[in-house]
T-cell receptor
């Protein structure tokens, strides 16, 4: 297994456009997390899946953000009507169980002009 | 609310000058404490997991220790390639992981 992968690695978009990011976790991992990271800060939790069920969303997560994991494998994160404040690195991580280590993907860097 | 703080915010060392990074946490029921290394523009890279007070883990020039309130990442005789941001995270009784802001380490040759 090659680890967690994310696509695209970079995305530049204009304000008001929709964007979608994909994450492919480590194959045997049933938990998948999305984070947002801005410069000089640690990753900030966005949402979490166990298999296909979305179990938790950050209360800071705007309604413009939606995530899916339809078959319990890959996940997508969509941002609608992007704003300049959405510019950040979006990280995906997966883990196999409680107290187990999260392994991160390389991230998708989003720039909203 | 679960909280993680890290100090110092930035640290500059000469090659070979040993030091320690601190991670302080407030959680309700610690399931695990995690250390990651992050290079600019990349995702965090796993270093260590600690589960209980008194536990220690070592890898090359790095050693992580855990108490009931904090964790230390000791760096012995660092090299320039150790320059990175070091992140600490905790998983408590809740579902998610909480990260600290990180310590930016620069090791000068």
């Amino acid at each position: 297994d090659t680890g967690v992968s994310q696509d695209p690695r970079h995305k530049i978009t204009k304000r008001g456009q929709n964007v979608t990011f994909r994450c492919d976790p480590i194959s045997e991992h049933n938990r998948l997390y999305w984070y947002r990271q801005t410069l000089g800060q640690g990753p900030e939790f966005l949402t979490y899946f166990q298999n296909e069920a979305q179990l938790e969303k950050s209360r800071l997560l705007s309604d413009r953000f939606s995530a899916e994991r339809p078959k319990g494998s890959f996940s997508t994160l969509e941002i609608q009507r992007t704003e300049q404040g959405d510019s950040a690195m979006y990280l995906c991580a997966s883990t196999g169980g409680w107290g187990e280590t999260q392994y991160f993907g390389p991230g998708t860097r989003l720039l909203v002009l | 609310e679960d909280q993680v703080t890290q100090s110092p915010e930035a640290l500059r060392l000469q090659e070979g000058e040993s030091s320690s990074l601190n991670c302080s946490y407030t959680v309700s029921g610690l399931r695990g404490l995690f250390w990651y290394r992050q290079d600019p523009g990349k995702g965090p890279e796993f270093l260590f997991t600690l589960y209980s007070a008194g536990e220690e883990k070592e890898k090359e020039r790095l050693k992580a220790t855990l108490t009931k309130k904090e964790s230390f990442l000791h760096i012995t005789a660092p090299k320039p390639e150790d320059s990175a941001t070091y992140l600490c995270a905790v998983q408590a009784d809740g579902q998610n992981f909480v990260f600290g802001p990180g310590t930016r380490l620069s090791v000068l040759p």
